[in-house]
């Protein structure tokens, strides 16, 4: 709800600040007054475009700061804003101020924090409908018609969105099932050949680099054969080394117990022995591990030649081959079993899509409900707006499959036809000024509560009618205010100005001599008095007569 609004150097307003309350509230002023320049002050708080003819002669600025009641938590509005990183303290109110400058620059600001004009006009979409001649959003855009019927409906479309998202991811599935088959299909021949090539070579975990290892092993082997014989041999036979050392120990054991030096000494030749014969175990060991066999040498080289190939082949490396002899033999399986599990995802998909079918049509059946009642409800408020020939008409059609989707299966529309026997049409094709904005009013008090902003601004709703119409038209802003909202309208009409709870006054001044002369348009609150003397003089004219007084007098009291 708009609070308070503040304009600097717009058009002909120098300064104005000006207070609000919910409810209806009325503004009214002579022709040319200025009624205009207001509605433009805050459409340019709302992101409206930014014209350098509003900035006032000989300013070089102009600013409007409108303030509005803190959003509710939970709303759209506040999540608009944090996920604009708007920054809401709790009971602080929502801060929009724009300046222009006269060479058409301007800046914007929610909360002292920079915004794009863009962001200004989704956030004044939350805050303030206007609706008027020129009103080409609200009401008259069928984008939003869908919505304003599913709470009209009290229908709740969130079952349906998740039939439909659960029902892409199952289509989302099976294409990606089918892709892998198609593209496994046409490999196929391919697929057969690798893997018989892979089953043959059987590749192992590991092997590649115990057969390198092997191989080289056998190969320094082959170097170091004969000197490897020729060692052996001094640790072999009778007159082998460790048998010397062992017949020497023994002929040194009879003596040891003649000295200490020879008890040592045998300990020490002891030790010797059992080195030797270590030394002569790892030896043969080594000769083992290094026999040089032509075959096996080949046999190895053939093996590990053949599981580098391999492996260039497929552009992995040799340790990968088993691995990916599974992928590819998975993938020819995949090719064999495919069909039986595309059959098994083209079922869910097929579930899933009747389950959002029955989920949507269950949906239409509701809103085609909701919309014979809504209707019949703006038909009954046309006849007393003076609109008793025209039809108000809900189309809810029916969409082709595919644009289906999350809100369901319908397209939605408000229609109106003006004449017995013409066809309906959109609303703003049709209708134009002061009819158009009955239109709305008949249609937002049909409405009632469901959506919308809390502000509504309705600009010269009354053009064109008088009497019982004009007085129609007031019970119904009346009415459509005690929804708990707040309207503005801007009127001509005495019967709709006497219906407000509170009341502006614009104004049009003058001072100066005819070279100087500056021309000011100002905007003050009426107490009782002061609105039974403006009403009056909207049933006179020029001069207030006291039988004007008394019928403003009697109006006021009907109100």
């Known amino acids: 709800m708009l609070t308070a609004l503040s304009i600097a150097n717009i058009v002909l307003i120098e300064r104005l600040d000006l207070d609000f309350e919910a409810g209806l509230g009325v503004l009214t002023g002579e022709t040319g007054a200025g009624k205009s320049i207001l509605l433009d002050a805050l459409g340019l708080a709302l992101g409206m475009r930014a014209d350098s003819a509003l900035v006032r002669q000989g300013s070089d600025r102009a600013q409007v700061t409108a303030s509005f009641a803190p959003p509710a938590p939970g709303t759209l509005l506040a999540s608009l804003l944090a996920d604009n990183d708007i920054a809401l303290e709790p009971g602080e109110p929502l801060l929009i101020r724009r300046t222009?400058?006269?060479?058409?620059?301007?800046?914007?600001?929610?909360?002292?924090q920079p915004s794009s004009a863009a962001l200004l006009r989704e956030v004044g979409g939350h805050l303030v409908e206007i609706h008027g001649q020129h009103d080409d959003r609200g009401l008259l855009a069928p984008a939003g018609h869908r919505a304003l019927l599913d709470a009209y409906a009290r229908v709740d479309t969130g079952p349906v969105a998740e039939a439909h998202a659960a029902w892409r991811a199952a289509e989302a599935r099976l294409a990606t099932a089918q892709?892998?088959?198609?593209?496994?299909t046409r490999d196929r021949e391919w697929l057969e050949h690798c893997v018989a090539?892979?089953?043959?070579?059987?590749?192992?975990?590991?092997?590649?680099?115990?057969?390198a290892e092997a191989r080289a092993a056998m190969q320094k082997g082959e170097k170091i054969a004969g000197d490897l014989a020729a060692i052996l041999e001094a640790f072999e036979g009778s007159a082998g080394g460790p048998a010397l050392l062992r017949g020497a120990a023994r002929r040194l054991d009879r003596l040891a117990g003649d000295h200490p030096l020879l008890a040592e000494a045998l300990a020490g030749l002891d030790r010797a022995i059992i080195d030797a014969d270590e030394a002569e175990a790892k030896l043969h060991e080594a000769a083992r591990a290094m026999e040089y066999d032509p075959e096996r040498l080949e046999a190895a080289e053939t093996r590990l030649f053949e599981?580098?190939?391999?492996?260039?082949?497929?552009g992995v490396q040799p340790d990968e081959l088993p691995g990916l002899a599974d992928d590819l033999a998975a993938r020819l399986d995949a090719i064999e079993g495919g069909n039986a599990g595309l059959a098994k995802l083209e079922a869910?998909?097929?579930?899933?899509?009747?389950a959002y079918t029955h989920a949507a049509t269950a949906l239409s059946d509701r809103r085609t409900k909701a919309a014979a009642r809504l209707d019949a409800a703006v038909a009954g408020e046309l006849a007393p707006l003076k609109l008793d020939a025209a039809r108000f008409r809900t189309l809810v059609e029916r969409l082709p499959a595919d644009r289906w989707g999350a809100d369901g299966m319908d397209r939605v529309e408000f229609l109106i036809s003006t004449n017995p026997g013409a066809p309906f049409a959109p609303?703003?094709?049709?209708?134009?000024?002061?009819?158009?904005?009955?239109f709305i009013l008949a249609l937002k008090v049909a409405l009632a509560e469901e959506g919308g902003a809390d502000t509504i601004i309705f600009d010269e709703i009354d053009r064109g009618v008088g009497g019982a119409v004009a007085s129609a038209i007031g019970e119904r802003l009346a009415r459509l205010a005690g929804a708990g909202r707040q309207l503005l309208v801007v009127t001509h009409s005495p019967q709709v100005a006497a219906k407000g709870a509170t009341h502006f006054v614009i104004a049009k001044s003058s001072e100066g001599a005819s070279d100087g002369l500056v021309t000011?348009?100002?905007?003050?609150?009426?107490?009782?008095?002061?609105?039974?003397?403006?009403i009056a003089r909207m049933l006179s004219g020029a001069e207030v007569t006291a039988e004007a007084r008394a019928q403003a007098q009697r109006l006021l009291e009907v109100a």
């Open 100 to 112: 222009l400058r006269a060479d058409g620059g301007s800046r914007a600001f929610l909360n002292d």
């Open 179 to 184: 892709a892998a088959v198609s593209e496994a």
């Open 197 to 211: 090539e892979l089953q043959r070579l059987a590749p192992q975990p590991g092997e590649e680099a115990e057969l």
């Open 307 to 314: 599981l580098r190939a391999m492996a260039r082949k497929h």
């Open 348 to 354: 869910a998909v097929a579930e899933s899509a009747a």
């Open 427 to 438: 609303l703003a094709k049709i209708a134009s000024g002061g009819e158009l904005s009955r």
């Open 520 to 534: 000011r348009t100002g905007v003050r609150p009426l107490d009782p008095a002061g609105r039974r003397e403006e």
